[in-house]
Nanobody
Framework: VQLQASGGGLVQAGGSLRLSCAAS????????IGWFRQAPGKDREFVAV????????SYDNSVRGRFTISRDNAKNTVALQMNSLKPDDTAVYFC????????????????????WGQGTQVTVSS
């Protein structure tokens, strides 16, 4: 699976952005897709994940209620709608894929993903 993240940019606090992860390869529909982010000087951290098919979703507490992850299997894309953005959301955002089906908590760890896309920068100004 090859992944391409896009949609980042500069936005004021309280604004919205929609990130997209476009995937190619035969196993997309069989893969969970996760979003992670990495701020300068910090570790890459889990943001959200959506399981394969019509599977469940999971969010980090810091974004729950503000971010929504969704997938379009026909278009091989996963979107991350980010609302009510805060300066603390500033980071490079990455999407990642893991084939198969596991408990949602499995996907919280960046070590459990097989494929990564390049990042897209999100900057939220105060």
């Amino acid at each position: 699976v090859q992944l391409q993240a896009s949609g980042g940019g500069l936005v004021q606090a309280g604004g919205s952005l929609r990130l997209s992860c476009a995937a190619s390869g035969p196993t997309f529909s069989d893969s969970a897709i996760g979003w992670f982010r990495q701020a300068p000087g910090k570790d890459r951290e889990f943001v959200a994940v959506i399981r394969r098919g019509f599977g469940g979703t999971s969010y980090d507490n810091s974004v729950r209620g503000r971010f929504t992850i969704s997938r379009d299997n026909a278009k091989n894309t996963v979107a991350l709608q980010m609302n009510s953005l805060k300066p603390d959301d500033t980071a490079v955002y990455f999407c990642a894929a893991k084939a198969g089906s596991f408990p949602l908590s499995y996907y919280w760890s960046r070590d459990n993903y097989d494929y990564w896309g390049q990042g897209t920068q999100v900057t939220v100004s105060s």
